[in-house]
């Protein structure tokens, strides 16, 4: 355990308080430091809005095999990250090991669903090509159209709400303290990060700042050039349903697909809740959630399983996927010491949350990332920020 220089301050401050903040200042707590996390409204974040897929296998893609790395070690230490967090905070978090099928609606989609299997295949991952007729077998509702799918039984799902709920809860069981408030600026002592100062001018010291705030990472003032992450925002919108009691018979576990090129995916929770994702858009920090966005969503979900304009449409919101230029997230030690980055997890942050929180605590108590997270440094990126920081509005 690290003792703090600063007698007031913390040993180390989170800035942003989405799920990737709340994990790493949890972990932080547990190995003994003095852990804060700032945030005006710590629990929320695209954690709100996203489905919560766990899907290592199923979100694979081509020159993401480093990625593929990462994502299957955290996926690996999620029932038992699960069972601990729920333990802690005595909340439930949704976990649900019910697997995932993959289907294709035409001959299109088919030849690209197939090609997805051999690239699992090739990368050594658990899938079975199933016809159409068995992809209905174990899920009636699809549609009599649907032409083949995958089943991959290791891809399972968490409520992120939940989640996020259960990590704010374990933070303050372990004695984090929260200050919610925004953070205008970094501060930097020296040659050294040493805190952080909120809107209406409280600093807040601290031997460690890790920046997570999500879509907003690149954003705050007082991080010098060569530090600042290439973090952007992908915008998605998604919509909620409610399959009425009983819940059973409608979908039994996670059903994806690629409907004329694009991506939907409908994620059965236990409680009846029916998540239908996603739209993935470069449209800035805007969280606008559009006609043509719920009208693409509902027409393919409509497509692959007919039965979902019964449901009642409950909700619908939109979130930013905060992103780097590679899809990957940044973990670690930037150009200013003192100062770690734990952002850019873009489509797979709740997956990744497990072994974020893992990796930043051993970082942060002077150790070594595990294998899987070395090549993830802030340092692959050679100073781009300028440019990024400039091309932001206001
Ligand atoms: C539509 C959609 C669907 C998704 N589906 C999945 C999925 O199925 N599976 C999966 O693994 N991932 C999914 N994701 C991705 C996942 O939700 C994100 O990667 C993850 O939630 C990012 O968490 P974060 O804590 O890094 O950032 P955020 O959730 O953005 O949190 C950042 C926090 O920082 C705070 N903050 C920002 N600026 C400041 C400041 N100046 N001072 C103080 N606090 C600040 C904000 O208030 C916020 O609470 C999805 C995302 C979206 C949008």
């Known amino acids: 355990m690290r003792s703090s220089r600063n007698g007031n301050g913390s040993d180390v401050l989170v800035i942003g308080g989405g799920i990737i903040g709340l994990v790493t200042a949890w972990r932080a707590a547990q190995r003994g430091l003095r852990t804060a996390v ?33 994502n299957l070690a955290s996926a690996a230490r999620y029932p038992a990250f699960a069972a601990e967090l729920e333990a802690a905070s005595g909340l439930e978090t949704g976990f649900r090991a019910c697997g995932t099928l993959a289907v294709a609606l035409d001959s299109d989609d088919r030849a690209h669903l197939r090609d997805l299997h051999a690239l699992q295949r090739r990368s050594g991952l658990e899938s079975e090509w199933l016809t159409g007729r068995e992809c209905r077998r174990l899920e009636p509702m699809l549609a009599p159209g649907v032409r083949g799918g995958l089943r991959v039984d290791g891809d399972h799902q968490i409520d992120p709400r939940r989640l996020a709920a259960a990590l704010l809860t374990a933070c303050e ?63 998605g919108q998604v919509l909620r349903l409610t399959v009425p009691a009983p ?7 996670t059903v994806r697909a690629l409907v004329r090129g694009s991506h939907v995916y409908l994620v059965p929770r236990e409680n009846g809740e029916l998540v239908v994702g996603a739209t993935s858009e470069e449209t800035g920090w ?7 966005g719920v009208y693409e969503l509902l027409r393919d979900a409509h497509e692959l399983v007919p039965g979902i304009t019964e449901l009642p449409l409950t909700e619908t919101l939109a979130g930013l996927r905060p992103t780097s230029p590679d899809n990957a997230p940044l973990l670690g030690p930037t150009a200013l010491p003192g100062l770690h980055l734990a952002t850019g997890h ?49």
């Open 38 to 70: 700032a945030d005006p409204e710590p629990g929320g974040g695209a954690a709100r809005v996203a489905a919560g897929m766990l899907a290592a296998v199923t979100e694979l893609h081509y020159g993401e095999q480093l990625l593929l790395g990462l």
């Open 173 to 235: 069981r372990a004695g984090v303290v929260f200050h919610r408030g925004r953070v205008e600026r970094l501060s930097v002592a020296g040659d050294r990060a040493a805190g952080a100062v909120l809107a209406g001018g409280t600093e807040l010291a601290a031997d460690q700042v890790v920046l997570a705030a999500g879509s907003l990472s690149g954003r705050l003032a007082g991080v010098p050039d060569e530090a600042v992450p290439p973090v952007r925002p992908v915008k």
């Open 247 to 253: 819940y059973a018979p409608f979908l039994s576990r």
């Open 286 to 292: 805007d969280t606008t959630v559009t006609a043509g």
């Open 346 to 394: 873009h489509r797979n942050g709740v997956l990744l949350t497990p072994i974020t929180g893992d990796v930043m605590a051993e970082l942060l108590t002077g150790g070594e990332p595990p294998e899987p997270a070395r090549p993830f440094t802030p340092r692959r990126f050679p100073s781009p920020a300028v440019s990024v920081r400039q091309e932001q509005p206001a």
